[in-house]
């Protein structure tokens, strides 16, 4: 449970540990969000949902990321991999169904855009770009205005490896080095970008060391472990908080479903390869860590299992009756109405 530094610097962290009830409630999270993502599976290859991207295998260190911050005052600015650390910020599954069902109601894009893009005022999420990578110049800047008003704001964006090998990563990564940004990078390193394995995308063997590069502290840690997540967000944050820049954290995990509802993984990774996701499943590893220092029972586990399971059941139901947004509708908040007074 420890995160491993590069060169160029090494994290201290002030915080508190998680203590045993915190880490029962984030694995309750990660099990509410596990439950949801299978079931928006269901609803694509039902014809209902167009298309999903899936947060399998990334649910541990979406929960301890966002767990490490202050949702008050942090800004987050996520991608499409997103389940987990949206349902932590307070998204529940009933809006993002809407989302994926492109029901009336939805808060994020009102059914306009791709599921879970669009912007979350209540839970501060910021509207992005299916395009890769473009967020992450996006979250300097809005970690610039953080700084120039001196507001004490952390701003935390999220991508995957395939972004890194983006020129707006390198962009954004050298401008905050530059100007000593409160921001948190958060690379969630599956390996492969979409098909393409991270061996075929640099020639660095981890993405962390590149923060060398722009001055700032880079870590590498293990991303299905809630603990070690943690820890290493927290000090990125605190270091962002007390004015000393950024931190780039790069977290190992496994995508264990492919790319998108759209994608065929058998196509470009090995039976083997596939077979070995399942020991990096970071529910079942979070579930075996509480069981092991005695914080869960097998009889708690099977009752957070089934809790999660019929919330997801009574948004199903409750979303799939729900309305498809009236088509008088569609020009709504695009244009207005020369006749009414609008320009």
């Given amino acids: ?117 669009g912007a979350h005022p209540r839970v501060d999420l910021f509207n992005f770009s299916n395009v890769i990578a473009t967020q992450l110049p996006q979250a300097a800047g809005v970690a610039l205005a953080d700084k120039l008003r001196g507001d004490d704001a952390v701003t935390i964006v999220f991508f995957g490896d395939g972004a890194a090998s983006q020129g707006d990563t390198h962009e954004a990564m050298n401008f905050a080095g530059i100007r000593k940004l409160p921001i948190v990078f958060f690379c969630e390193n599956n390996r492969y970008a979409i098909s393409v394995p991270l061996n075929k995308q640099m020639a660095v063997d981890t993405v962390a060391s590149r923060a060398a590069g722009y001055g700032f502290p880079g870590v590498q840690v293990d991303g299905t472990d809630v603990v070690a997540v943690y820890e290493a967000t927290q000090a990125a944050v605190n270091r962002a908080r ?26 470009y990774r090995s039976p083997e390869d596939i077979a070995q996701m399942a020991n990096k499943d970071p529910v079942k590893i979070t579930s075996e860590t509480l069981r092991r220092r005695d914080l869960l029972t097998e009889a708690e586990d099977e009752a957070i299992h089934a809790e999660a399971k019929r919330r997801v059941n009574v948004a199903t139901d409750t979303v799939d009756a729900e309305p498809y947004p009236d088509t008088e509708t569609m020009f709504d908040h695009v244009t207005s109405n020369r006749d009414e007074g609008g320009s």
């Avoid at 928006?40 to 490490?68: D, F, P, T």
């Avoid at 004015?243 to 509802?261: A, C, K, M, W, Y």
Wanted: aromatic share 6%; charged share 25%.
């Fill in 1 to 117: 449970m420890s995160a491993t530094a590069n060169k160029s610097s090494k994290l201290g962290t002030t915080s508190p540990p998680l203590s045993g009830e915190r880490l029962v409630e984030l694995y309750r999270t990660m099990v509410l969000s596990r439950y949801l993502d299978e079931r928006v599976w269901l609803l694509n290859r039902q014809g209902k949902a167009a298309i999903a991207a899936s947060a399998q295998g990334h649910e541990a260190a979406q929960v301890a990321c966002i767990e490490a911050t202050d949702p008050s005052k942090d800004h987050y600015l996520t991608y499409y991999r997103q389940f987990t650390a949206m349902m932590a910020l307070g998204t529940e599954p009933e809006e993002m169904l809407r989302g994926f069902l492109a029901k009336d109601g939805d808060p994020m894009s009102a059914a306009r855009q791709f599921p879970l893009h």
């Fill in 242 to 267: 007390a004015g000393d820049g950024p931190t780039l954290i790069e977290v190992s995990v496994e995508r264990l479903q492919p790319h998108t509802t759209d994608d065929d993984h058998t196509r």
